[in-house]
């Protein structure tokens, strides 16, 4: 159970997420094998291992153009291996974090865009709701990600964007009870 989903189009890369640290070596393998030599934008949807867990990986053996993570209350900072393995991978390579925020637009080009429609608080009960949620319109098509964002997190995206449409959902939390809710895929 892990998440990493690479997008390309005309040249520009993204990653969202780089799955476990057992698969981070996988991941990095998948992109080498393609090709990838650089990723413009890295995210890391949240701080629990099976999202960022390979992220020092890629971030270690590839130029990244820009990296967003989501700000964490304080006193919810995980203290794991993985994290701090993210943070020193980023500071070893001389990057700023981004702060993933509702409201952000990661890029807009033609037909292509990304805005991030999570986290929209700074303060949630569980890891899961700080999660960074893309839109991506390409043409006539959307697609949304949802990291691991749960029901909270869900339930602010619909007050503040409306009736959010897509064509492609990568459903939250892994398919999970706690997210997906009847309200945010109104059917």
Do not use: W
Not at 79 to 85: I, K, S
Not at 138 to 165: C, H, P, W
Not at 169 to 185: M, R, V
Request: net charge negative; with cysteine; glycine share 10%.
């Amino acid at each position: 159970q892990g998440d990493c989903i690479l997008l390309c189009s005309a040249g520009q890369t993204m990653l969202i997420d780089a799955g476990t640290n057992q698969t981070g070596a996988d991941a990095l393998a998948y992109l080498q094998r393609l090709g990838i030599r650089k990723l413009d934008i890295a995210v890391g949807t949240h701080p629990h291992e099976d999202h960022i867990g390979g992220l020092d990986k890629v971030i270690d053996a590839f130029y990244i153009g820009e990296i967003y993570l989501p700000k964490v209350a304080d006193s919810q900072v995980p203290t794991t291996r993985t994290y701090e393995d993210v943070l020193a991978a980023v500071d070893q390579k001389g990057l700023r974090v981004n702060r993933g925020a509702a409201g952000t637009v990661l890029f807009q080009r033609d037909e292509l865009s990304a805005r991030l429609l999570a986290p929209n608080s700074d303060a949630y009960d569980e890891l899961n709701s700080y999660s960074i949620v893309v839109l991506l319109p390409y043409g006539e098509r959307k697609f949304l990600f949802m990291g691991d964002a749960e029901s909270d997190s869900e339930q602010e995206i619909l007050e503040r964007f409306g009736n959010v449409t897509a064509d492609v959902l990568k459903c939250g939390h892994h398919g999970s009870s706690t997210s997906t809710s009847q309200s945010l895929i109104h059917i």
